[in-house]
């Protein structure tokens, strides 16, 4: 471990805000990348769902 | 081997494939970001003239990779939809581009975050990010155009004609940019170059690179496998898929 | 229709009258050239020294701006006409014709565009010895913009609204002719040896002839069949 304590971990130098933000934004867009076809699937299967029924009903 | 091309073209063979690699790319991706991420924000000494803020390498340099290779694969697949007509490489086509424009915007940003501690500006026209700016607008215009057509056989074709000459340009595009860079240099930036780079601080590079690529494929992946289902929604085995769970 | 010749012939006078025929879609871009070239001053300041030192960049923006308004409706009245498919049908390779058709339409609208560009320089206050390499780099590039911008107007001309997809497409794709082209101005203005960036917009000039039309085709067939 590099640094001593939480508060220099967080700090960085004077460079954490830099840092921390740019791991900030690259966790979101990381997150949103996955979690859209994940949402978008579930969508889908339900969609999927209704539609056989209805084909099959017909 | 045209035997192993067909069976992997084909959307079912592809989507029990990608079913049982997609677990493993995942735990892969997740593990090799987390260690990496963890061992280059906490254990590796600071650059001795960056100071903390080069930590931002481990996050900026594999999406700029990836960002770059998701082009080269995106401009293949359309190459292959274009040859074969296999419509696998289209849905390839259509779902890396959202995500290597997304991987290109990152590269922007976090290079832009990284230029203020050490430059001294948010932005700086130098050639290596003209060249990613060039890229992330390359990508746009896939997006674009894909979401132009109404008619999605025509849109694949139209984005894979459109990757291909957007491919045989990058080297154009890069060699130009390097050239403009070298006749304009500015005498106040100088950067550290990737060579001096200390092999401690490499090995988590390596991780998160390692990281950046599983991710971008199990996304892929995720991706492809929602555009199977869509599109072969009237068929048998999508019917029994859906019915068997 | 065997000797190439005579097809060469006869599809580029049949562009060349087509266009003829429409003067104003000539004229346009020009005068969008003209008229834009006219707000740098406005916008900028009237400062001859600004303006010189500007004018190279100011009049290869401006250029490439026209080119591709220009060749926005590059392919739009054959399409919508039939034209277009009377083209896929015939014996004619249609490499051949869409070579031919962005040749034509540089003829009537990139070299008119260079030819008026010495009378800008000169209102932007450009020094006369940039103009030989201002008419050469403008020649080569146009070509290369016109063929770069038929790749993007063939893959828009189905679409209803095709006019501000077309510069997202292409806008992009012009990065290399508009660094080597306003170089080659830039240099010979500072009385500096402007043959590396022509010689390498010529060498771009003859590979975009070459190889563009096998895209501007593809993408012409895929808009004609969807």
Known sequence: MYFETVAELLAMDGHGPYVWAAYGITFATLVWLVAQPLVAKRRQLRELRGFLRRTEGA | MWAWFHKWSSPRWFYQLSGTLLPWLAVISLAALIVGVAWGLMFVPPDYKQGNSFRIIYIHVPAAAVA?????????????SLIWRIKLADMVLKCAAPIGAALTFLALVTGAIWGKPTWGTWWVWDARITSVLVLFFLYIGIIALY???????AAGRASAILALVGAVNIPIIYWSVEWWYSLHQPAS???????????????????????????????????VRNEILHRERSTRWVRDLILSR | MSDPRI????????????????????????????????????????????????????????????????????????????????????????????????????????????????????????????????????????????????????????????GVLLSLLVLPLFVPALIFGSAAVQRAVLGMDSSAPLALLGAMAIMFVLVAPLAIAGALRVSHDQ
Not at chain 2, 190 to 219: A, D, K, N
Not at chain 3, 144 to 162: D, E, H, N, P
Request: proline share 7%.
């Open chain 2, 189 to 223: 930036i100088s950067f550290t170059g990737e060579s001096s780079i200390h092999p401690q601080m490499l090995r988590p590079l390596l991780l998160t690179i390692t990281g950046f690529y599983c991710f971008f494929g199990w996304v892929l992946l995720l991706k």
């Open chain 2, 147 to 153: 979401e132009a057509f109404d008619n999605k056989e």
């Open chain 3, 7 to 162: 097809i060469w012939n006869v599809l580029l006078r049949r562009e060349l009258l087509v266009s003829l025929r429409r003067r104003s879609e000539i004229a346009n871009p020009l005068f969008f050239f003209l008229i834009v070239c006219a707000l740098f001053p406005l916008g900028l300041g009237p400062s001859p020294a600004l303006l010189a030192g500007m004018a190279p960049g100011i009049l290869w923006i401006v250029a490439l701006l026209a080119v591709l308004m220009a060749s926005d409706g590059l392919f739009r009245s054959d399409y919508d006409d039939g034209t277009l498919e009377q083209v896929l049908l015939s014996p004619v390779p249609l490499y051949v014709t869409s070579l031919v058709k962005v040749l034509a339409h540089w003829l009537l609208s990139g070299l008119p565009l260079t030819l008026l560009s010495p009378l800008l320089a000169m209102m932007l206050q450009m020094p006369p010895q940039g103009i030989p390499a201002l008419l050469a780099s403008l020649a080569l590039g146009t070509l290369v913009l016109s063929f770069i911008a038929a790749i993007g107007a063939a893959l828009t001309v189905g679409l209803k609204r095709g």
């Open chain 2, 68 to 80: 770059m290779a998701g082009y080269l694969l995106m401009a293949t697949a359309g190459a292959i």
